[in-house]
């Protein structure tokens, strides 16, 4: 069974760019997550969709930042116009709708905004 | 602001020790808690999930919970080099508007020395 995957692996941007990341969750997963982890700091989370709505937005740092999850399959957030400030590794997770709601991570996205 | 709080180390013990790792948070509601390993550029990989005040083991790997001391800890046995890594201690929100994300510590990083 393929796992999470995330594309592109590594992006480097110019402030004021905009940058498309995409997350594709293991098949038949409902939940799809995503986190950021900024340098020194920990882990945290963003967002949060069921299927193709979202349940928890209340991650999300600012209005540059849009998520996206057609179909409820795969998901994209979009970071329009972006900051020195974004930079940092974004990861996606998914689990499906059992009691244990496991979370698998895929591989992150490093994000550098020059 | 709900917090999960590690000892960032870097914990070094040599090979074939137990290594002993900490981790306390502060929302005495929380249910499921989670022991998450990362090595260096790759993903989190669940390691231990524990529900229930007590011990829980599997294999060399043992978690331990105390809700009344808002404290879960994991220990390894065996210590092996492989074992060398970042571990993230998290706690799944339960209840309210955020259900379902990870709160994440910042994470420990351990060193098994051969």
């Known amino acids: 069974e393929a796992g999470v995957t995330q594309f592109p692996s590594h992006s480097v941007i110019e402030k004021g760019q905009t940058v498309t990341l995409r997350c594709d969750p293991i098949?038949?997963?409902?939940?799809l997550y995503w986190y950021r982890r900024v340098m020194g700091k920990e882990i945290k989370f963003l967002l949060h969709?069921?299927?193709?709505?979202?349940?928890?937005e209340s991650g999300m740092p600012n209005n540059r930042f849009l998520a996206e999850r057609t179909g409820g399959t795969y998901s994209t957030l979009k970071v329009q116009p972006a900051e020195l400030e974004d930079s940092g590794v974004y990861f996606c997770?998914?689990?499906?709708?059992?009691?244990?709601?496991?979370?698998?991570f895929g591989p992150g996205t490093r994000l550098l905004v020059l | 602001q709900k917090e999960v709080e590690q000892n960032s180390g870097p914990l070094s013990v040599p090979e074939g020790a137990i290594a002993s790792l900490n981790c306390t948070y502060s929302?005495?509601?929380?249910?499921?808690f989670f022991w998450y390993r990362q090595y260096s550029g790759k993903s989190p990989e669940l390691i231990m999930s524990?529900?229930?005040?007590g011990d829980k083991e599997d294999g060399r790997f043992t978690a331990q919970l105390n809700k009344a001391s808002q404290y879960v800890s994991l220990l390894i046995r065996d210590s092996q080099p492989s074992d060398s890594a970042t571990y993230l201690c998290?706690?799944?929100?339960?209840?309210?508007?955020?259900?379902?994300?990870?709160?994440f510590g910042k994470g420990t990083k351990l060193s098994v020395k051969p």
């Open positions: 098949s038949g997963h409902d939940n």
């Open positions: 929302d005495r509601g929380s249910q499921s």
């Open positions: 997770a998914s689990s499906p709708r059992t009691r244990e709601e496991t979370q698998y």
């Open positions: 998290a706690v799944k929100m339960d209840y309210g508007g955020s259900q379902g994300n990870l709160i």
């Open positions: 969709f069921v299927k193709e709505s979202k349940q928890d």
């Open positions: 524990i529900y229930s005040n």
